[in-house]
């Protein structure tokens, strides 16, 4: 059963509460959260009831309180919204005298990444990466035999679609342990301390079902180097909160943080020399881009025609990271074929899906332009 609590005391939030006198009222609001937010959303804790309940009628003083309406903070959580859940009596002005209840909210059941489908076997080719990682693999399935020496932190660096997300899965997948997948973009809050906020919040999901793995994606939108902090903005409070956590200065005990970039050359070193090992990721060669060829288009709804090679393809992309592949080449010809109608997946359409790669690439502005 669901509990209230009114004045440091719990009362069933079945029991019937009655106004404290003539010009008192009760008011039971839960914790409804911020109105937009990701996925990492947050509740304060209230540990003192009494105390929530002075500042409660000092900051709504005057408002009318109405069942299924909601009162929003603006002072020490801006915007976060409680919702009304009962008035005695009701449209009760609030004052000096009104009761609050806060009304206690299950903890959230923690969702974390899945993906049964993704298998150390379904990434082609980084082999040097996968060695490197079966340390970490190691370390998920006994972290007691690691103590102290276990990795914390890793940084898989590399061109994009090639596989870095991938191989995080595929550990999680191989060791049964949670994955809590992020994007370092989706850390950077509106208000100040929201992103510092969020990621003490991660780390203690983390770890409550540890040995768990931390991957944050795209590393690079919070830790570029100080010369180019005005590009983004000032993100000094949300780097400060995970260098905390990367430093062990609050203790997660088996938790592994995984972070992705493929700006590595681009990461403050201050914040680079966290990491104890990096893992690069290579583009495929033409070995391995035939049996990325090779492996998805046997799931093609219709054939191949006898006109296509594979090997030639493969030959034709060098640059190409799996993901160009799968997304630019094989997915751009399988569509053009079913536009058309056709029974079969052709060479021409696999010209066309070449020729349209190549106008891209060369509308590209120069790797080195803001270097």
Known sequence: MKTSRVAGKKVDKAGVLEPAGSDGSVVVVRPAGYPMRGSLQEYPEFSEPDVFEYYAQEQWQGLVARKGEYLFDK?????????????????????????FVIEEIEPEEITVEGDEKVLFEDIVGQESAKEKCRLIERF?????????????????????????????????NRTDAPLFPIKATQLIGEFVGDGARQIHQL???????????????????????????????????????????????????????????????????????RFEEEIEFKLPDSRERFEILKRHSVTFPIGLAEDVDLEVIAERTDGLSGRDLVEKILKTALHKALIENEETVSGKHFEDSLSKVKRSASSQPPRNMFA
Request: hydrophobic share 40%; with cysteine; net charge negative.
């Open 75 to 99: 002072r020490m959580f801006p915007d976060f919204a409680f919702k009304i859940v009962d008035v005695k009596p009701e449209g009760s002005v609030i004052n000096r005298k009104t009761t």
């Open 140 to 172: 998920l399935e006994d972290p007691e035999r690691f103590g102290r020496w276990a990795p914390r932190n890793i940084l898989f660096h590399g061109p994009s679609g090639t596989g870095k997300t991938m191989l995080a899965k595929a550990l999680s």
């Open 203 to 273: 780390y203690e999901r983390a770890e409550g079902v540890s040995p768990s793995i931390v991957f944050i994606d795209e590393f690079d939108a919070i830790a570029l180097d100080r010369r180019y902090q005005e590009l983004r903005g000032d993100v000094a409070e949300v780097v400060n909160a995970l260098l905390t956590e990367m430093d062990g200065i609050l203790p997660r005990k088996d938790v592994c943080t995984i972070a992705a970039t493929n700006m590595v050359q681009a990461i403050d070193l201050s914040i680079r020399s």
